[in-house]
């Protein structure tokens, strides 16, 4: 089983949709938890950490459930902008070493 | 403009080349990391370092090699012994160490070829 789990889409959505997007992770001593949206053939950037009590960010909101150990990430009111790879990243356990998801592709479509 | 520069953005391999790509940071960083992504994968850890003259193997470190004579620049080299060097290659840095989780500033990336 990989560390880091995402379901790899693609996800193809109409502009203004809602859509989210899950991620498991399999070590229960993970910390830190976050987001990263890449773009074709470009270096992946941070879009959000994903905190305990969930965060939101404009149209974007992320949640962790330890208990499930899976992170979600939910885009409101979609743009064609928002077509990309979003990348679910995990440190593991103790060592804080970051494992990366193979990402899930989201495509909107006017 | 503070920020991590990747060259060459296209690089061709011959068989049993060695091939150098380069990284430099002017972010004052003292981490610095190099993965690789495969189509449809996510990014595996080669090689990291977190001082400079120090660096440690990441997952997949065999048939690459690193150095880290200055603070600024991370190089990774992609020898003949790596059999399947066709990837997407990224460097990326970050002000301490990866166990604080702190912010990846990444590159542009380096597309490597076999020809």
């Known amino acids: 089983r990989k560390e880091v789990e995402q379901d790899p889409g693609p996800f193809n959505v109409p502009e203004g949709a809602t859509v989210a997007f899950n991620c498991t992770y399999s070590n229960s001593a993970s910390q830190s938890f976050f987001w990263y949206r890449q773009d074709c053939r470009k270096e992946p950037k941070l879009l959000m950490s994903?905190?305990?009590s969930g965060n939101e960010d404009g149209r974007f909101t992320a949640q962790l459930n330890r208990a499930s150990q899976y992170i979600s990430l939910l885009i409101r009111d979609s743009k064609l902008s928002d077509s990309a790879t979003y990348l679910c990243?995990?440190?593991?356990?103790?060592?804080?070493?970051?494992?990366f998801g193979q990402g899930t592709t989201l495509q909107v479509k006017p | 403009d503070g920020g991590i520069t990747q060259s060459p953005k296209y690089l061709f391999r011959k068989e049993g080349q060695n091939v150098t790509l380069s990284c430099e940071q002017n972010?004052?960083?003292?981490?610095m990391y190099w993965y690789r992504q495969d189509p449809g994968q996510g990014l595996r850890l080669i090689y990291y370092?977190?001082?400079?003259?120090?660096?440690q193997k990441g997952d997949i470190a065999e048939g690459y090699s690193v150095s880290r004579e200055k603070k600024e620049s991370f190089p990774l080299t992609v020898t003949s012994a790596q059999k399947n060097p066709t990837a997407f290659y990224l460097c990326?840095?970050?002000?301490?160490?990866?166990?604080?989780?702190?912010?990846?500033?990444f590159g542009s990336g380096t597309q490597l070829s076999v020809l």
């Open positions: 972010l004052n960083h003292d981490a």
């Open positions: 990243v995990v440190t593991s356990g103790n060592t804080g070493k970051l494992i």
């Open positions: 990326a840095s970050s002000l301490r160490d990866r166990s604080t989780n702190e912010k990846l500033f």
């Open positions: 370092s977190q001082i400079v003259n120090d660096f």
């Open positions: 994903v905190y305990s």
